[in-house]
């Protein structure tokens, strides 16, 4: 069994240079995954100067931690935005996931990027008598839009009710990663940006070393490292699941849990993928029990897990993505509910329309400066949640020395199955030897302190 996940095992790795002098552009990427990577696609042909940084390796952070689905079949997502926002809002939203779906289908074939790219249909079900009547309205909501429902059966779980529908994809996200940076300039990664300073109208990012003079600023780390200008601790939840690959024969497959508890599953080759166990970053922050109960699940499907690792994602107080100027020329492009990898692509169209004055009807629909009532509430939660996952952390430590993460000093926990230090506040994590490897701390630990 290998404690990685699957995507880092079965790719050929690209090895990318790392920055070793300062540099001036028009536009500097800071992320290298899936968000980063489309921003900088979109850009390529725009006679723009783009600089993209990563803080580890290109393509290895949260992209390479998903599961790889491309689906508007999300889960409950839908419903929660029909209460939150209402229909209208719901649609556009809906109509933002179909069109990021065939974006990207049209980019790999274009591009021909070999990235494992399989159509199949997508299915939500439940087993829980209480939520079918749920299902059932988002199957009314679905169809009112257009979308044609079946009803898939499927061997591996028990349901009271299922939905279906065609037009999804899976996919290998970091093999797409690659394609899309394929023989583009300016890329570096194993760069970390520790500080970001406005000066006459200009952005300075500054490395350990050098610094990045640049016109444009785009955010697309998982986790933006800063807390001002956006104060994004306060803006959304951090939401943590343990994934497994299991040697499985099945035929080609995508489903998804209505609600709590969330299970996901879908196929890769001759792999079953399967997700479970989620939960609020600060809370239950036992991961070896998450994972020994994902083991027990996988053994009542008769199989044991030959690929074991987590995930995290943002989840926003109202359920839309922030993707948008948080101030002038400064875009952040996060907070995806667990669906990054059809949002990603579609941050990317929309940030290079934002940065060339070009019309996108979604720029509105996911400003991040939105005002929602719901979200004021929520706000208070996020900020309770950040500071009881610093007190759970304190008290969770089974390790002799304690190690704070630089980010905002919260107590990091050893994670002994991934062999990782992991942050129940905001989500960094750290390798054995210290190494960061997931944001939004922007520094390593001494472990040999």
Known sequence: MKNISIWKDTVEKIE???????????????GGGITGASCYYFLKNSNLNVLLVEQNKIGMGVTSNSTGKLSFMQNDLLENIRNSHGDLIAKKYLKSQLDAINLIVDIIKKEKINCDLVKVDSSIYTNDDK????????????????IKIGHNENKLVKEKYSISASDTYIFHPVKFVYGLLKDLPNIYEDSSIIDIR???????????????????IIIASHYPYFNIPFMFPFKGTLEKSYLSASLCKVDDLSLISYSNPFISMRTYKDYLIYLSNSHLINKDIDDKKHFMELKKKLKDLKLKPDYLWSNSDIMTNDYLPFIGEIKDKMILATGYNTWGLANSVLAGNIIKDIILDNKNEYIEIFDPSRVNVDKIIKVLSSSY?????????????????????????????FNEIENTYDCPCHGSRFNIDGTCINAPSNQNIDIKK
């Open 131 to 146: 939520k079918v009547k749920e299902l059932k309205s988002l199957e009314n909501f679905l169809i009112d839009c257009g």
């Open 385 to 413: 949640h950040s500071i009881e996952g610093y007190t759970n952390g304190l008290f969770s430590s089974k390790e002799k020395k304690i190690f704070k993460c630089p980010h905002m000093k919260c107590t990091l926990v």
């Open 198 to 216: 406005e000066e006459n109208g200009f952005y300075y990012a500054y490395t350990s070393k050098y610094k990045i003079k640049t016109k444009w």
């Open 16 to 30: 990318f240079h790392k920055l070793d002098k300062d540099k001036e552009c028009d536009v500097l990427i800071i």
